[in-house]
T-cell receptor, first 111, second 113 residues
Framework: QKEVEQNSGPLSVPEGAIASLNCTYS??????FFWYRQYSGKSPELIMS????GDKEDGRFTAQLNKASQYVSLLIRDSQPSDSATYLC???????????FGQGTELSVKP | DAGVIQSPRHEVTEMGQEVTLRCKPI?????LFWYRQTMMRGLELLIY????????DSGMPEDRFSAKMPNASFSTLKIQPSEPRDSAVYFC???????????FGPGTRLTVL
């Protein structure tokens, strides 16, 4: 079992719709979680970090964390073609503090 | 701040040659990370440093890979000898604390022929 798992996609949504990206992790004591966006040929850039159970909103983005279910998600409201990218979920491994990335989910927003 | 700086941006070399990748972290960041990204394996942590000291090199694939951080503003990742399977994008990232946001450099795309 991979430490951080994501559906590779591609996930295709129409412009203006809500895109829902999901991630599960195996380290029960992980405390820090991140969503990075990576455009093709570019480096990952941080979108959201989340540390507590519940929702965290930032503009059109909402991160959700459920530690009991070991589940992290990212919702993108009013999706735009410019949101088309690969979204990487990452969790900090409790032992050693390493950031472990999932394989990424490719999102395509169709005009 | 200029962000994390990496050089070269692209490197094409022949099998058996030595390759050196360079990184300048964001000033004030105590942690520096080297990652490798391929389609097959995704983004993998190779090694990370805290205050110039290597903390975890368990991700370094084999002895052909080595990394150094002689001072707070410079790190190198060396591959000697290089092999075609080393072809990947290598990212350097830095952060203030290990559990905090990591800021990535633009990456070095390495092609080993």
């Amino acid at each position: 079992q991979k430490e951080v798992e994501q559906n590779s996609g591609p996930l295709s949504v129409p412009e203006g719709a809500i895109a829902s990206l999901n991630c599960t992790y195996s380290d029960r004591v992980s405390q820090s979680f991140f969503w990075y966006r990576q455009y093709s040929g570019k480096s990952p850039e941080l979108i959201m970090s989340i540390y507590s159970n519940g929702d965290k909103e930032d503009g059109r983005f909402t991160a959700q964390l459920n530690k009991a279910s070991q589940y992290v998600s990212l919702l993108i409201r009013d999706s735009q073609p410019s949101d088309s990218a690969t979204y990487l979920c990452a969790a900090v491994r409790y032992q050693g503090g390493k950031l472990i990335f999932g394989q990424g989910t490719e999102l395509s927003v169709k005009p | 701040d200029a962000g994390v700086i990496q050089s070269p941006r692209h490197e094409v070399t022949e099998m058996g040659q030595e390759v050196t990748l360079r990184c300048k972290p964001i000033s004030g960041h105590d942690y520096l990370f080297w990652y490798r990204q391929t389609m097959m394996r995704g983004l993998e942590l190779l090694i990370y440093f805290n205050n110039n000291v290597p903390i975890d090199d368990s991700g370094m694939p084999e002895d052909r890979f080595s990394a150094k951080m002689p001072n707070a503003s410079f790190s190198t990742l060396k591959i000697q000898p290089s092999e075609p399977r080393d072809s990947a994008v290598y990212f350097c990232a830095s952060s203030q604390i290990v559990t905090d946001t990591q800021y990535f450099g633009p990456g070095t795309r390495l092609t080993v022929l």
